[in-house]
């Protein structure tokens, strides 16, 4: 109020001014009426300024009136006044004066708001920013305040958003070009190098000394996920520095990358053969990081008898790293002499192997992996196996399999002798007979040991398929069927018979007319009987019948040892229906001699030739004839007179040894007589008009 009244006596001498307390009045020449505290009238002289909170609490808490109203007063003719509450209001006589000083307010003072970032806007960068504004903000304010900073809280409870700044814009303009040149730089931040090889994660450090970078001023780190990389931490323009050289460097190197089928190299080379790679590394200049790792591999080891997968591989990686092509390669070279000096490899064929039981080839395999080997099917053959790794542990593998394998033979052989008697596999060979199976092929189809496929008695290899019951030619894919039959304990049953449970006595099997079986038998019939149609053709199984002709086809071959053994024929028998069930369940009976011939014999008698029995297959009701084709066991014969009812001895001195049948005409029977009901067996029915 002194400064007012002071102006005011200086431009207007005349004017008294009396004081109230809220009122200022002015006594002299002209209209008197109240007015502002600056002498005034308040909508002619007030200018109030529209200034941010912030800027007003500066303005409040500086010199900063006092500044500016000792510079009006130096600049302007009429005094300007300041008065400053929740507004900043200037007072001054003079409109042009009024403007002039506003602008000199809002030009002068400043409050700027700068956005934090990402690490910027959290501990430990937000302590660091504070640190670095504290110490810029000190200097700047040396002997007054001419500015000043906060804090803008960020969604979370220690982070921060945004940094304001508020003062002489001069001074905002500095402390703002600290913090920016601090976010710019001096800011923690993260760059990811990204690494070739996962094995330069290993040996980073040496490879740090091998292109001459020292980390001082920032932080490397590292990893193998998600990939091979090195983390650069620090301040910015620390970590933007690393970056670039690191980059530089790891490009000027030469890497090259030495793989080895199983883990073995990797083995050998962190143990007895470290010193060796210590002395390649010194004399070639490089570094060599070794590495196992895993790789995927369907590796399929198959025998006959059992099945191993194994899905992954583990493998020997080694990454050789300098500066020089020549030195890597040279390296590169001498590691790979020194493993193969000190390795091995030995092949097992699929026939070595394939009577390995299920828990030998867990062995194998466990072997292997303990001993870092590595397997692989035998690349020269079709099967087998082939092992390969350091000599120690492939010399084991060998002398497990030498011990195995002969007693795995000798059981396998043993397994075989012992189920070909009970089992019989048969295969349908191209002349329509069924032929048996070798033992080893009949013992892999019982055991469905059939990956490999089989092997006929002629050394014909054949793929299977069990759900068809069917062979398939591997060279010419022709097809043939296969059979099973369960023999009994004391019997055992014909190849071309069909399959019988246990219990079944009897069978009588239809013939397929397009069968091989039925065209043969047909054509022995039709040769002889002329003009005569058949009807059908059945097989006749009997169990019981059967037997009792075996046994006596084994006493007639042991007799006749020593003149050819047994001689079997196929001869014709014919009948009348009243018979059939006889002969089909009881076989041919001796005791009907006579009752139509006993020319040759009082026996039972067989024709050679179809055409002659027909006479004797008497027509049924329906004008159908029946049939026999019987095999039987003429043995040595002799002669037949129609008082014989035996056999004669062949040597009066033996009268025990006896010819085995008589016939019509020695020199070309045309007609047999056997005296033993089991001597002939009914083989197949005819039925024909």
């Given at each position: 109020?002194?400064?007012?009244?002071?102006?005011?006596?200086?431009?207007?001498?005349?004017?008294?001014?009396?004081?109230?307390?809220?009122?200022?009045?002015?006594?002299?020449?002209?209209?008197?009426?109240?007015?502002?505290?600056?002498?005034?009238?308040?909508?002619?002289?007030?200018?109030?300024?529209?200034?941010?909170?912030?800027?007003?609490t500066?303005?409040?808490?500086?010199?900063?009136?006092?500044?500016?109203?000792?510079?009006?007063?130096?600049?302007?003719?009429?005094?300007?006044?300041?008065?400053?509450g929740?507004?900043?209001?200037?007072?001054?006589?003079?409109?042009?004066?009024?403007?002039?000083?506003?602008?000199?307010?809002?030009?002068?003072?400043?409050?700027e708001?700068?956005?934090?970032?990402?690490a910027?806007?959290?501990?430990?960068?937000t302590?660091?920013?504070?640190?670095?504004?504290?110490?810029?903000?000190?200097?700047?304010?040396?002997?007054?305040?001419?500015?000043?900073?906060?804090?803008?809280?960020?969604?979370?409870?220690?982070?921060v958003?945004?940094?304001?700044?508020v003062?002489?814009?001069?001074?905002?303009?500095?402390?703002?070009?600290v913090?920016?040149?601090?976010?710019?730089n001096?800011?923690?931040?993260?760059?990811?190098?990204?690494l070739?090889?996962?094995?330069?994660?290993?040996?980073?450090?040496?490879?740090?000394?091998?292109?001459?970078?020292?980390?001082?001023?920032?932080?490397?780190?590292?990893?193998?996920?998600?990939?091979?990389?090195?983390?650069?931490?620090?301040?910015?323009?620390?970590?933007?520095?690393?970056?670039k050289?690191?980059?530089?460097g790891?490009?000027?190197?030469?890497l090259?990358?030495?793989?080895?089928?199983?883990?073995g190299?990797?083995?050998?080379?962190?143990?007895?053969?470290?010193t060796?790679?210590?002395?390649?590394e010194?004399?070639?200049?490089v570094?060599i990081?070794?590495r196992?790792?895993?790789?995927?591999?369907?590796?399929?080891?198959?025998?006959?008898?059992?099945?191993?997968?194994?899905?992954?591989?583990?493998?020997?990686?080694?990454l050789?790293?300098?500066?020089?092509?020549?030195?890597?390669?040279?390296?590169?070279?001498?590691?790979?002499?020194?493993?193969?000096?000190?390795?091995?490899?030995?092949?097992?064929?699929?026939?070595?192997?394939?009577?390995?039981?299920?828990?030998?080839?867990?062995?194998?395999?466990?072997?292997?992996?303990?001993?870092?080997?590595?397997?692989?099917?035998?690349?020269?053959s079709?099967?087998g196996?082939?092992?390969?790794?350091?000599?120690?542990?492939?010399?084991?593998?060998?002398?497990?399999?030498?011990?195995?394998?002969?007693?795995?033979?000798?059981?396998?052989?043993?397994?075989?002798?012992?189920?070909?008697?009970?089992?019989?596999?048969?295969?349908?060979?191209q002349?329509?007979?069924w032929?048996?199976?070798?033992?080893?092929g009949?013992?892999?189809?019982?055991?469905?040991?059939i990956?490999?496929?089989?092997?006929?008695?002629?050394?014909?290899?054949?793929?299977?398929?069990?759900?068809?019951?069917?062979?398939?030619?591997?060279?010419?894919?022709?097809?043939?069927?296969?059979k099973?039959?369960?023999?009994?304990?004391?019997?055992?049953?014909?190849?071309?018979?069909?399959k019988?449970?246990?219990?079944?006595?009897?069978?009588?099997?239809?013939?397929d007319?397009?069968?091989?079986?039925?065209?043969?038998?047909?054509?022995?019939?039709?040769?002889?009987?002329?003009?005569?149609?058949?009807?059908?053709?059945?097989?006749?199984?009997?169990?019981?019948?059967?037997?009792?002709?075996?046994?006596?086809?084994?006493?007639?071959?042991?007799?006749?040892?020593?003149?050819?053994?047994?001689?079997?024929?196929?001869?014709?028998?014919?009948?009348?229906?009243?018979?059939?069930?006889?002969?089909?369940?009881?076989?041919?009976?001796?005791?009907?001699?006579?009752?139509?011939?006993?020319?040759?014999?009082q026996?039972?008698?067989?024709?050679?030739?179809?055409?002659?029995?027909v006479?004797?297959?008497?027509?049924?009701?329906?004008?159908?004839?029946t049939?026999?084709?019987?095999?039987?066991?003429t043995?040595?014969?002799?002669?037949?007179?129609?008082?014989?009812?035996?056999?004669?001895?062949?040597?009066?001195?033996?009268?025990?040894d006896?010819?085995?049948?008589?016939?019509?005409?020695?020199?070309?029977?045309?007609?047999?007589?056997?005296?033993?009901?089991?001597?002939a067996?009914?083989?197949?029915?005819?039925?024909?008009?």
């Amino acid at each position: 109020m002194n400064d007012f009244a002071k102006g005011q006596r200086l431009s207007y001498p005349k004017v008294d001014i009396l004081r109230n307390t809220n009122i200022v009045i002015l006594k002299g020449p002209g209209n008197i009426r109240p007015t502002n505290p600056h002498g005034q009238n308040t909508s002619d002289l007030e200018r109030r300024i529209n200034l941010p909170q912030d800027v007003i609490t500066f303005i409040k808490s500086s010199n900063a009136v006092r500044k500016y109203q000792t510079l009006f007063q130096q600049r302007f003719r009429n005094p300007v006044f300041i008065e400053v509450g929740s507004d900043l209001v200037l007072f001054c006589k003079c409109p042009h004066d009024l403007d002039e000083a506003q602008a000199e307010l809002v030009g002068d003072l400043s409050v700027e708001i700068v956005k934090l970032q990402g690490a910027a806007t959290a501990p430990p960068d937000t302590d660091r920013i504070k640190e670095t504004l504290m110490k810029a903000k000190t200097v700047l304010n040396r002997d007054e305040l001419r500015v000043d900073f906060s804090f803008i809280p960020g969604q979370g409870a220690t982070t921060v958003a945004k940094v304001r700044l508020v003062g002489y814009a001069e001074y905002v303009k500095n402390l703002r070009d600290v913090l920016q040149d601090y976010l710019l730089n001096q800011v923690f931040t993260k760059e990811v190098l990204n690494l070739q090889h996962p094995e330069m994660v290993d040996c980073f450090g040496k490879i740090l000394e091998l292109i001459s970078i020292k980390q001082t001023q920032v932080t490397l780190k590292q990893s193998l996920q998600p990939k091979p990389c090195v983390t650069i931490s620090g301040p910015r323009c620390h970590v933007q520095e690393a970056h670039k050289a690191l980059r530089s460097g790891l490009a000027s190197l030469t890497l090259e990358k030495l793989v080895l089928d199983g883990p073995g190299a990797v083995r050998y080379f962190q143990a007895e053969g470290k010193t060796s790679k210590e002395l390649v590394e010194s004399s070639c200049k490089v570094l060599i990081q070794e590495r196992q790792v895993s790789a995927p591999r369907q590796f399929i080891f198959s025998t006959p008898s059992l099945r191993h997968t194994t899905t992954t591989s583990q493998q020997s990686s080694f990454l050789f790293v300098g500066l020089q092509r020549q030195n890597v390669d040279a390296a590169l070279t001498k590691i790979k002499n020194l493993y193969q000096d000190h390795s091995a490899t030995k092949t097992f064929t699929n026939q070595d192997l394939a009577d390995l039981t299920e828990e030998d080839i867990k062995k194998l395999m466990n072997l292997v992996e303990t001993q870092d080997l590595y397997v692989q099917e035998n690349p020269l053959s079709q099967g087998g196996l082939t092992v390969s790794g350091l000599k120690a542990g492939v010399n084991q593998v060998n002398q497990m399999l030498q011990t195995l394998i002969p007693l795995r033979k000798e059981l396998r052989a043993k397994e075989e002798e012992s189920l070909y008697p009970g089992i019989a596999w048969c295969i349908l060979g191209q002349n329509g007979n069924w032929e048996r199976l070798p033992k080893t092929g009949n013992y892999n189809l019982e055991k469905k040991n059939i990956t490999k496929g089989i092997v006929d008695a002629h050394g014909v290899s054949w793929s299977v398929n069990l759900l068809k019951m069917e062979a398939r030619r591997d060279l010419t894919g022709q097809t043939a069927k296969l059979k099973r039959l369960e023999n009994l304990p004391d019997f055992t049953f014909p190849l071309y018979w069909d399959k019988m449970s246990k219990t079944q006595d009897l069978e009588q099997v239809l013939l397929d007319p397009s069968s091989a079986e039925h065209r043969t038998v047909q054509q022995g019939f039709n040769q002889t009987a002329h003009n005569k149609t058949i009807v059908k053709i059945e097989r006749l199984q009997n169990v019981h019948l059967r037997r009792t002709y075996e046994m006596q086809k084994k006493h007639i071959s042991e007799k006749n040892k020593n003149e050819g053994g047994v001689v079997e024929r196929l001869l014709y028998h014919g009948t009348s229906q009243e018979n059939l069930n006889s002969i089909k369940t009881k076989g041919f009976n001796r005791s009907f001699s006579g009752k139509h011939a006993t020319v040759y014999g009082q026996g039972t008698y067989f024709a050679v030739n179809a055409g002659y029995s027909v006479s004797y297959a008497h027509p049924a009701a329906d004008g159908t004839q029946t049939m026999f084709v019987a095999r039987v066991l003429t043995g040595l014969f002799t002669q037949g007179r129609s008082d014989m009812r035996i056999p004669p001895p062949r040597n009066s001195q033996q009268p025990h040894d006896r010819y085995d049948s008589l016939v019509d005409n020695i020199n070309n029977p045309s007609m047999f007589v056997v005296f033993h009901d089991n001597q002939a067996y009914p083989d197949y029915l005819i039925t024909f008009r």
